[in-house]
């Protein structure tokens, strides 16, 4: 049972590559076989994961917009559907000339891979001489 869930877990977070080589040989795989699985993990499709707190999203360094009308998103992150949703609705040229009125704040959107509702944020630094 326990050598169940473990194989299921590995094949929800790491990937298939990851759930073979860590799964098949161990019940319970150790921190370092994790890691190791980790580190060689090569995905076949660019995929679109971050640590929680520490990536560009987390920090308030990056945004994910989406459109929704009458509470419906009609247009959301999914990378499946940017093409249809986003370029084919005009969505994609809509927030970019949205974005670019906010001010130079914003640089985007994501090219690789392709999220036309990414957008990196950098705000203006200040020096310790000049006010905010």
């Not at 609705?89 to 927030?95: I, M, N, S």
């Amino acid at each position: 049972m326990e050598r169940q869930r473990v194989r299921r877990n590995c094949r929800r977070c790491l990937g298939y590559r990851a759930r073979a080589r860590i799964c098949v040989d161990a019940a319970a795989p150790s921190p370092d076989q994790l890691r190791a699985a980790l580190k060689q993990w090569n995905p076949d499709v660019p995929v679109a994961l971050a640590a929680p707190g520490l990536s560009p999203h987390g920090q308030g360094r990056a945004f994910d917009f989406q459109v929704e009308r009458d509470g419906q998103v009609i247009a959301g992150a999914a990378m499946a559907s940017a093409t249809r949703q986003w370029d084919a609705a005009g969505w994609t040229q809509k927030l970019h000339a949205a974005v670019i009125k906010a001010g130079p704040h914003f640089a985007g959107p994501l090219d690789s891979p392709y999220e036309p509702w990414h957008y990196s944020y950098a705000p203006k630094t200040t020096t310790p001489n000049e006010a905010p």
